[in-house]
C-alpha cells in the first residue's frame, strides 16, 4: 500500500489561502488520494477525493499531477475555524481497507 | 444526518479488566473499523469488518477483539485491559465499495487503564 508523506505542521493567517501538499511517490493506478480533517476531540471528517487533475467542492480544491506523485490540498481563505489535523491517504476505491492513516499536518490558523 | 455513535465519550478501567466499546451506524454501511489514535502516532488499525460474523485483523490487533453480531454494531474487546491501552478509541463505518469510499467516524472513545 502506498506510504504518504506530509509536513508535519503549517502555521497560517486568517484569510491566507492554504495548500498542503503530501508525497505518494509509490502509488498504484488504480489508488485514489482522499483528505479527511480532523477538529480536536472529533472523528476525522471526508474532505475531498481525487484521482487526478484537479476536483473541487464547497470546502477545497485537490490538485493532482499528471504522474500523481503528490497531491496538494488547497483551503481558500482560511478561517480559524479550519485549525485542524489533515490527513493525506492513498489507496484503491474497492477493497483497500487497511489504507493507512499517517500523522497528518497539524494546521493552526492564526487571527 | 448519518451518524456514527459510540457508547461512551470517557471510560476510566483498572488494568486486567475486561473492557467492551460499541459502535453503533445508522447508514446501512457494510464496513466498519476499529481505529486508535495515539499522539504523534496517526489512526492505526486495529480490526476491521466487511460483513456481519466477518472479522480481519489490522496493524495491530494484539490485545483486542472484536465482535459483530448485527449489521449496525461493531464492539471492540480488551480482553485484559493494560496501561499500555489507554488510548482514544475511534470506530468508523463505510459502504461496501471499500474503504476508500467515504468514512464516516464516531466522536471517539477516550479510554484511560489505571
Known amino acids: 500500500l502506498a506510504k504518504t508523506t506530509q509536513p508535519i505542521s503549517m502555521d497560517s493567517y486568517e484569510g491566507q489561502e492554504v495548500n498542503i501538499t503530501c508525497s505518494h511517490n509509490?502509488?498504484?493506478?488504480?489508488?485514489?488520494i482522499t483528505w479527511y480533517q480532523q477538529f480536536p476531540s472529533q472523528g476525522p471528517r471526508f474532505i475531498i477525493q481525487?484521482?487526478?487533475t484537479k476536483v473541487t467542492n464547497e470546502v477545497a480544491s485537490l490538485f493532482i499531477p499528471a504522474d500523481r506523485k503528490s497531491s496538494t490540498l488547497s483551503l481558500p481563505r482560511v478561517s480559524l475555524s479550519d485549525t485542524a489535523v489533515y490527513y493525506c491517504?492513498?489507496?484503491?476505491?474497492?477493497?483497500?481497507?487497511?489504507?493507512?492513516f499517517g500523522a497528518g499536518t497539524r494546521l493552526f490558523v492564526k487571527a | 444526518d448519518v451518524k456514527v455513535t459510540q457508547s461512551s465519550r470517557y471510560l476510566v478501567k483498572r488494568t486486567g479488566e475486561k473492557v467492551f466499546l460499541e459502535c453503533v451506524q445508522d447508514?446501512?454501511?457494510?464496513?466498519m473499523f476499529w481505529y486508535r489514535q495515539d499522539p504523534g502516532l496517526g489512526l492505526r488499525l486495529i480490526y476491521f469488518?466487511?460483513?456481519?460474523?466477518?472479522?480481519e485483523k489490522g496493524d495491530i490487533p494484539e490485545g483486542y477483539s472484536v465482535s459483530r453480531e448485527k449489521k449496525e454494531r461493531f464492539s471492540l474487546i480488551l480482553e485484559s485491559a493494560s496501561t499500555n491501552q489507554t488510548s482514544m478509541y475511534l470506530c468508523?463505518?463505510?459502504?461496501?465499495?471499500?474503504?476508500?469510499?467515504?468514512?464516516?467516524f464516531g466522536s471517539g472513545t477516550q479510554l484511560s487503564v489505571l
Open positions: 468508523a463505518s463505510s459502504p461496501r465499495d471499500g474503504f476508500n469510499e467515504k468514512l464516516f
Open positions: 509509490n502509488i498504484a493506478t488504480n489508488d485514489y
Open positions: 491517504l492513498v489507496g484503491p476505491k474497492a477493497g483497500g481497507f487497511k489504507t493507512i
Open positions: 447508514m446501512d454501511h457494510e464496513n
Open positions: 469488518s466487511y460483513d456481519v460474523k466477518m472479522k
Open positions: 481525487g484521482y487526478k
